[in-house]
């Protein structure tokens, strides 16, 4: 499985959930297979992800939040992980997909392809939920056990990216749409 596969699998298992995702490949492959108003696509900072999604879900508690995030990404911004388990939202679950690679700058190794492990990490962050998947024909069912809560899922994958367009949308066009999709969700 690779990362587009993985995108895939849990683009079918969405309902109404916010999508906050990281930047560079995973955000394109996302937009190319389901651009949605509820995505949030973040194009300029690295690291970032997880950060805006947790602030996405404190402030709309009554909405749910799935982070698309990547490894290279979360080593970045490993704090992120100990913010947000002390923080822990009932409604955000943080997916990162681990392919041990900097994908969008030409699959460099990153360290969970030596020693790091994520999962640890974010154990020891203070996460209570943790799911490990690597087979694509468990994303789905995994995802749908998860319910409320903070949950951190780990998604390991193959290296590559898919060859698809870039998202022609603005920055400010992405994050008004965004906001506006927020507003104007209404509660099934
Ligand atoms: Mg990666």
Not at 84 to 96: C, G, K, W
Not at 103 to 128: C, H, N, P, R, W
Not at 168 to 175: A, D, G, N, V, Y
Request: aromatic share 6%; glycine share 8%.
């Amino acid at each position: 499985m690779k990362r587009y596969d993985a995108i895939k699998k849990i683009v079918e298992s969405l309902s109404n959930e916010f999508i906050v995702c990281n930047l560079g490949a995973p955000s394109r492959e996302l937009y190319n297979i389901s651009d949605r108003d509820s995505n949030f696509y973040m194009l300029g900072s690295m690291g970032l992800a997880s950060s805006i999604a947790l602030g996405v879900a404190l402030a709309q508690p009554k909405q749910t939040v799935w982070c698309i995030d990547g490894d290279g990404s979360l080593l970045m911004n490993l704090g992120s992980l100990s913010t947000i388990a002390n923080n822990s939202p009932h409604n955000l679950t943080l997916i990162v997909i681990d392919n041990s690679s900097y994908g969008s700058t030409g699959d460099q190794k990153t360290y969970t392809s030596g020693k790091s492990k994520l999962e640890v990490i974010a154990k020891g962050a203070g996460f209570e939920s943790i799911t490990i998947i690597d087979k694509e024909n468990e994303i789905i069912q995994g995802l749908k056990n998860l319910g409320a809560g903070c949950h951190f899922v780990l998604i390991k994958t193959q290296p590559g990216n898919a060859y698809v367009s870039i998202i022609p949308l603005l920055p400010e066009e992405i994050k008004t749409r965004f906001c506006k999709a927020m507003l104007n969700f209404r509660h099934p």
